[in-house]
């Protein structure tokens, strides 16, 4: 069985900074694609960034240059550094990563959410 725990969300004021952990445990083979996503209140979930297994990332275009995503695979760890942080950044942010886990084939992993809120 794999289980996810994600931490540090929070309230910020606009400009400060946060960092997002997302540690998976379990029988776990191997991890493939990690990725953070966030939905806003009435809003659609959408990917913010992803890194592959290889190290290469991808971010939506409104968070480039301010977010940085990066792994321990070491840790089974995913991580969303943001910095610059707006307003418009607040939302439930949810770490998606596709495990292999021991005699099972990858299956698509979401952490239970961590609430990031950027407020003066």
């Known amino acids: 069985q794999v289980q996810l725990v994600e931490s540090g969300g929070g309230l910020v004021q606009p400009g400060g900074s946060l960092r997002l952990s997302c540690a998976a445990s379990g029988s776990i083979f191997s991890i493939n694609a990690m990725a953070w996503y966030r939905q806003a209140p009435g809003k659609q979930r959408e990917l913010v960034a992803a890194?592959?297994?290889?190290?290469?990332?991808n971010y939506a275009d409104a968070v480039k240059g301010r977010f940085t995503i990066s792994r321990d695979n070491a840790k089974n760890t995913v991580y969303l550094q943001m910095n610059s942080l707006k307003p418009e950044d607040t939302a439930d942010y949810y770490c998606?990563?596709?495990?292999?886990?021991?005699?099972?084939?990858?299956?698509?992993?979401w952490g239970q959410g961590t609430q990031v809120t950027v407020s003066s």
């Open positions: 998606n990563l596709h495990i292999v886990a021991m005699h099972t084939p990858e299956y698509e992993y």
């Open positions: 890194i592959t297994n290889g190290g290469t990332t």
